[in-house]
């Protein structure tokens, strides 16, 4: 029998090649159909579609490999072979869906005269697979290579080197597609962007509260008896007056937060209150791995 590890081995590969097939589909069906564009490496496969016919699925894969090569090089193996598992995919899935597409079996979501539509698909499906990539542990190789690179050794932000790699591509796309297009482009990126938020956070969404209080034991017991939810009690000192205080940490959930409010004024007046969003919430009342 397959242990633990195994099990969550095969499972981060299923995840990681669904996602990769849920974005090739995404690409192929409703951004290469319609003329729109992408970010990283993928953009400028393209690019180099649009302009020369080049297959995406060939395009994609030959302009990674160098990156694997150097990625393996200096970020080590371990970081690199989910990497390589996401790239390898997308690129095997853009070639079955060029294939299906040119035998007739699908048949592209092509709507010139609605890019709005098109655009919001787009960045649906795309962010779904990218979420998926990215939840658990993988990528699609490209700029995610080059900004790990670009932190490790310059210490520059992953994101913004991201973001202007992708800035970079899709403003070269001005070059060779109406300006319309890329416009819905940036929509389409935008809503990709909040997708992959979305399922890499958590599609659970709770609130932390953290109360500081002179009556931390009768609130916690409150808040046990009334809302049936965990409570950690941690002591305070107050740094200007000097006295003893209790902090009182507690996650409920968003239909849960008015009342939570309202027995800690009841409680407390006094209180201090501080509250988060936490995402993806784990363990005993929300939900398990």
Known sequence: ?????????????????????????????????????????????????????FPPSVTTLVLNIPLFILGWSILGKQAMRLTILGTVAVSLFLALMERWIHAGWIKPFEKPDDLLLVALYAGITLGTGLGLVFRFGGTTGGGDIIARLGNKYRGWSMGQ?????????????????????????????????????????????????????????????????ELDRGVTLLPAIGAYSQAAKSMVYCIVGRAEVRRLKTLVRAVDPQAFIVINDVHDVLGEGFKKE
Not at 177 to 184: A, C, G, K, T
């Open 1 to 53: 029998m397959p242990n633990r590890r195994q099990w969550d081995l095969w499972k981060t590969v299923f995840f990681i090649v669904l996602g990769a097939a849920i974005y090739a589909f995404g690409l192929h069906y409703f951004v290469i159909s319609n003329q729109l564009m992408e970010g990283g490496v993928t953009g400028i496969a393209l690019l180099l579609y649009y302009a020369g016919g």
């Open 161 to 225: 080197v991201i973001l202007g790699f992708d800035a970079v591509v899709i403003g070269a796309a001005l070059f060779y597609l109406p300006q319309e297009r890329v416009l819905y482009t940036l929509v389409s990126v935008f809503i990709a962007t909040r997708m992959i938020d979305f399922i890499t956070e958590g599609a659970y969404a709770a609130k932390e509260f953290t109360v500081i209080t002179d009556k931390g034991e009768e609130l916690a017991a409150a808040i046990t008896k």
